[in-house]
Every structure is written in C-alpha cells, then in structure tokens.
C-alpha cells in the first residue's frame, strides 16, 4: 500500500487550518570552510522563535544526491511521490506559463526556427529572437484551426513557445521534430500508438498552418516541437487528504504545480506583502495554504549570498503576520536548496520547522541547517512532510485499531 | 524506477576525481559499558581532521538489525540493492579466490570427502584434510575433460574447493549433492530446468572422473557439490554511474566483488601502504578508486580490541598520501561493522565521512560513530553513499526542470 493509499483512508476533516510556507531554495552553504550558511547569517528572530516553539528537521526532497528541479521539488514537498508523478516537458513549459492544464490535453515545447528556400534549419532559435518580437507570433498562430480540436498557443520567452492540443484520446507518445542540427529539414512527427498518432497527425496540421503564417518572417519562419507531455494523472488534495487548499504565488510555474495538485490559486499577488494580503482575505474559505517566495532561490542562483541572506530576512519579517492568523499548524521551509556558492540548485538536504500544540520539543534554538540537523524531526524524505502536517492537525486516524 | 535507472539517467561525466577509501569491520563497540569503541579510541589525528572538514553520517548497510555478509556489504556500498542482486554461495567461493566468473559461468563449493567401499559417506570433509594436501589434489581434477564445456578447479581451504563450469546455457538451479550426513553416498545432482540440466549432466560427469582420479586417496576419495549459481547479472559502474573505476585491494575476495559491478583491478599490492603506491600509479587513469583495507575486520573477527584500534590507527597514517592526490571527493567509510566485542561482523550502522567542496559543515569534531549519529549526512542507507558521491563530484544532471 502507498502513502496516498493510507491517507486516503485515514484522513478526516475537522476545521483546522495548516499553512505551509515555502522559501524556495531555502537551504544553501557557507562560502568558505568553517563559514556559515545564507540562513545561519540571516538575522530572523520569527523564523528563530518558530524553531525553539516547534520541531525541526532535514527533509530530503528526492534521494540523497539527487538534486531536484522545481516540479518534482515542489511534488515531492506536497507529497507526491516525484519519480512516479513525473511531468513530461510540455506539461510543464504549458505549466510554467500559467496555462492549466486538462486531462485531454497534450502539451509540446515549440521553438521559432530560420528555414531557408528548401525547408532545412539554418537557425535553430532563429537568430534568438526576442520576446517583444516572438510573442505577437506566438499569438498570431492562435488563428490555426483543426478539425475536432482546440488549440491553444502561449508566447513563454525569446524563441520559445508553447502549444497545447485538446481532445479525447490525444497520446503524448510522440516523437521530437527538432533534428537537433542545421542544414536538414525538421522531422515529421511521429506516435507510438494510435492516440499518439492522432496527435502527431495535429501537430503535422499546426506545422503546416503556422508555415503559411509565419511565411513573411525573416527570422521565424518555421518551428520545430519537442517534449510532447499530457499532465500526469494525479489525485488532487481533496481526494487524497481531504484539503480545500489555496496556492497563493507571484510565478506562473507555481501556481501552475500547485494546480496539478487540485489546490486553487487564489489572488494576482506581485510581492509577498500582497501573498500575505491574499492569505488574511482567504483565510475562511480554505483548510490549507501553500505559500510560495521566489526570491531565495532566485538569488542564491546568482550566486549572490549577501542577496539570498537579505531575502531570508524579508521573507522572516513576514512570519508575524501568518502567526496572526493563528494556524493550528504552520510549516516553514524550500523545495531544494539553492546555495550561493553553487549557484544552482542542489542535493543538499532542506530544513523544515513545524509548530503545532502538538510538536515535541527538541532543544533547537534557531531555525538553520546546522539545528536542524539535531531536530526533533531527524531526516525524512520530503513525500512524509504532509502527512505530518495533518496529524499535527489532528485531521488523520489511528492505523488500525 | 529504482536508483539504477535514475542514476543512469541522470549521471555525467567530468575530471572529477572519487576515492572510496574502506576500512573493512570499520564499526564497532566499547568493550565494557560507558567504554570507547575501537575507532573512538584510535589515535587518527588524519581522520579526524577530514571529519572537521566533511559531512559525516551512519549508513545501514541492509536494513536496521541485519548483519552484511562481505558480499552484501560491499554490493551496498557500490550502491547496488544488497537483497535484489544476491551472490550465490559458488559464485562468492569463485569471487573469494579471485575468479572472474563470466557470464556463462557456473560455480560450485565442493569438498572433499571420505567414501568406504559402498560409496557411503564416512567423513564430510576428508578428515579435515590440510591446505597443503588438498591444493594439489584439486589441481590434479584440472585433467577432467567435459564434451562442449570448459571446466576450471581452483582451490580453497582445507578441504574446499570451487569448480566452475563455463558454457553456453547452463542453468543454476541444481541440488546439492552433499546429504549433509554421513553414512549414506552422495546424492546425484538435479537441474530444475532444461538449462540447469545441463549443468547437473555436467556435474555427474566431473564427480565420476574425479572418482577416477582420486581413487589412491586415502580420505580424500570422493567430493560434493554444493552452492550452483551464476554471477548476478549487474550492471557495471560504468553503465549505472558512467565511472572508469579501479579497485586496490590485498585480498581475492574484494577484487572478485569489485570485478562483479564492472571495477578494472590493478596492481597486486600485498599492504596498504603498498595499496597506496598503485592508487598513485595509476591516479590519471580512473575516475574511482576502491581502496580495501582488511586488517580492521580481521582483528575484530578475533575479538582483539587493541590489535583493531592499531589497525585504525594504520588506515588513519596513510590518509596524508591520499589527500596529497587532491581527489575531488574523498569518502571513507566501511563495508560493516565488526565489534571486537562481539568477535564477528554485526548489523550496527557505520560511520561515513564525505569530504568536498560542497560539503555542508556539520560541527562534528571527530571521525567516530558517537559524532557521526549527529553528521550532517544523518542515517542513510549504504545504496545511497554513491549518488552522494557522484553529486559531490558534480556528475549528477539536475532531476526534472
């Protein structure tokens, strides 16, 4: 039996309300041996106050060693087991953007390319276009028609696009068009199986409308598809844990995990004053709140730890406010760590602090990677932090009598 | 999908360099209550030293509670499932003596034994025939010819020794012909398929020449067979982990396990400053070193608890030589624990140092099993000590976007 398997039979619903709060890339490294990491140098006496009141511990987000992407980072910290619920390319290209994705869509990474007279690439990102000049192109193929259909374009960024084909029984076993070279003609699509074919058959039909299209193009005259993906077949939170959960984000890739997940986004926030504005209107309509902040991992990307040190210390100043709204269970932590001395993001495992009447304490005295290392928690893989979250909650029953 | 698909996946490769640096039995106990264990008690100022600058953890080399044979215990240290890839008891006597068993291979145990005229058991194992008798017999079953099969003998130990059967399409599954009581003759060997009948043919062929050949024997006129088994069919280091690996070891046993997931062994040191001489010779060839010292376990299989810490104290002087090579990750660690005090090998975790740039500091002051329950690698299981590796040594690919 799988985890879900259980808290489907063991959750219950009562009016409590859990807030996960998510610093993304959280965890990170010191510069130099013997040097503290970006949340050891964070002053942040709310974050510091939550671990001396809670539980903390290291949450591994995949396997040891194995550094996470944001989809399965995120899945994973929702409870989703991360290498069965795997999003193919396009889902989440489609995902990243915003678009919402349906069980009878199929999603595919398109990439605006220079043909010459005789069909063959000369430019694989036709000479890296910019956005300004893509995305009316982009929207300018929302005009191509097929039979039995709906089809969807959305601009993403510089030469990239995505498009999404809805209808019954679309496979998303189909092959690249992208020869990955110049000098040769895009490939044809081609599916493995007869809904596979079908879609192949529409994307051969996309291909040729958006060829006339985008025919007084110097630049992009042409595309080429690849990472064709349907969303995976998950539960939603209602099933599974029985939570109306809200996702309150500014990125569109978040909001768009959060609702593979069955949660509504809730809000338009631009900063995270206007996420926690969002939290405090919605807080009556929802039993569980994702709150997702950017910046973290946005820094630590650049390398900047002095940068990432002062997003720890906005993202602290907040912690006030969601201990206003008196959570019966409030989770702080990242989906992977993202140090400033790797610039990337990383396998290293992530702090997480839980307070709860229910959490047995542990001594820490801060909420760090070094304290956490010691915490009451100990080290567990991520898929477990939500069925914590709902016994701390009291929303899961004994196992057996 | 299990670790090995992942791994195969998602590693790369670079010039990063990874020594896996063994100290066989490594683990143990304190002799007396509120005592030291061996390694606590060692004088290893070298180890110490890389655990002030690593990460340092427990590994269960099984699972909780069960003790590795060296079999396993190696296997999960190379990452590979201890309980999915199993060395049968022939192919690890093969192993043991330094065979490489190829993949058409089938190897035996058999002993020596004493049958009275009647063709009865009298003594399962030939009287406890010495090495120095029994050696030249079991060269002399080398004459035994098979129709369509090649036939090696090698021997063991007293009265021990292994035959391996090599060609197309022999099978495993075969009884053993030792009644494991005397009295009675030995049983014939039965394969449980087509293939594995093969091998049983084969089997009654050997025994009745060696009948032949041992005839003027006074107690070592007769043999069984026990233990037939293939090679587990592994996939190599450098297929799951994309790793040119060598192993540097004194003794057959580990070069024969390092030899089943696909290690090159080179050199033929007889100690481990020895070991350590080949590890430089052949430093620019290989991307892994499997370095194996075994004393640490021999003194704790004998219960001498001062002799072990001695042998710590050996591995802890040869560290210097092996950092001077600059690795880009080193680990060290052992393949289980083997207490002094208890005289054999046991099932308690143990310790395991990384040591990287990307390690992130854990406060332990010292390489020992009191310091590494509170590392910052936590308890982990042995699978997971490679992708740690490989993930220090940057050739993990990022998993998902």
New interface residues.
């Given amino acids: 039996m799988d985890l879900h398997s259980l808290l489907r039979e063991l959750h219950k619903r009562n009016d409590s309300k859990i807030v996960l709060l998510v610093a993304d890339g959280l965890g990170g490294?010191?510069m130099e041996?013997?040097?503290k990491?970006e949340l050891e140098t964070a002053h942040k006496p709310n974050l510091d106050a939550l671990a001396r009141r809670g539980s903390s511990g290291?949450m591994t987000m995949?396997?040891?060693?194995?550094?996470?992407?944001?989809?399965?980072g995120h899945l994973a910290m929702f409870g989703y087991d991360?290498?069965?619920y795997?999003?193919g390319?396009g889902a989440?290209e489609a995902t990243g953007v915003g678009f919402a994705l349906g069980p009878n869509d199929v999603a595919v990474r398109c990439n605006f390319c220079t043909l010459d007279a005789q069909g063959r690439i000369t430019d694989r990102r036709a000479g890296r276009i910019s956005s300004e000049e893509s995305a009316p192109l982009a929207i300018r193929l929302r005009q191509i028609k097929i039979a039995g259909l709906e089809v969807f374009v959305e601009p993403v960024k510089e030469h990239r696009f995505v498009v999404v084909f809805r209808g019954e029984g679309l496979g998303d076993q189909v092959t690249d068009t992208d020869p990955q070279a110049t000098g040769v003609p895009p490939l044809d699509p081609v599916g493995a199986d007869p809904a596979s074919q079908r879609t192949a058959e529409a994307a051969k039909e996309f291909i040729r409308q958006a060829r006339q299209l985008l025919a007084d193009q110097p630049h992009a005259n042409g595309l080429t598809m690849r990472g064709f993906a349907k969303r995976p077949d998950m539960p939603t939170y209602e099933e599974v844990y029985g939570l109306r959960a809200a996702a309150i984000a500014v990125y569109p890739m978040y909001k768009g995990l959060a609702q593979l997940v069955g949660m509504k986004v809730v809000g338009s926030p631009s900063s995270l004053k206007e996420e926690i504005d969002v939290l405090e209107q919605v807080w009556n309509d929802f039993d569980f709140f994702f709150v997702h902040f950017k910046y973290t991992d946005s820094r630590g990307e650049d390398g900047n730890f002095e940068a990432k040190v002062r997003m720890i210390e906005e993202f602290d100043s907040i912690v006030p406010r969601v201990l206003a709204l008196k959570p019966s269970v409030l989770a702080v932590t990242g989906d992977h760590s993202t140090?400033s001395?790797?610039a990337?993001?990383?396998?290293?495992?992530v702090p997480v602090v839980i307070v709860a009447d229910s959490c047995r304490p542990d001594g820490c005295q801060e909420f760090s990677?070094?304290a956490a290392?010691?915490g009451g928690l100990?080290?567990f893989e991520a898929i477990y932090l939500m069925p914590l979250l709902l016994a701390h909650a009291g929303r899961l029953e004994k196992f057996g009598a």
């Fill in positions: 490294l010191p041996p013997g040097g990491t290291l995949i396997k040891p060693g194995i550094t996470p992407g944001s989809g399965p991360p290498i069965r795997q999003i390319r989440l140090p001395k790797l990337s993001h990383s396998w290293h495992p990677e070094s290392c010691r100990g080290h």
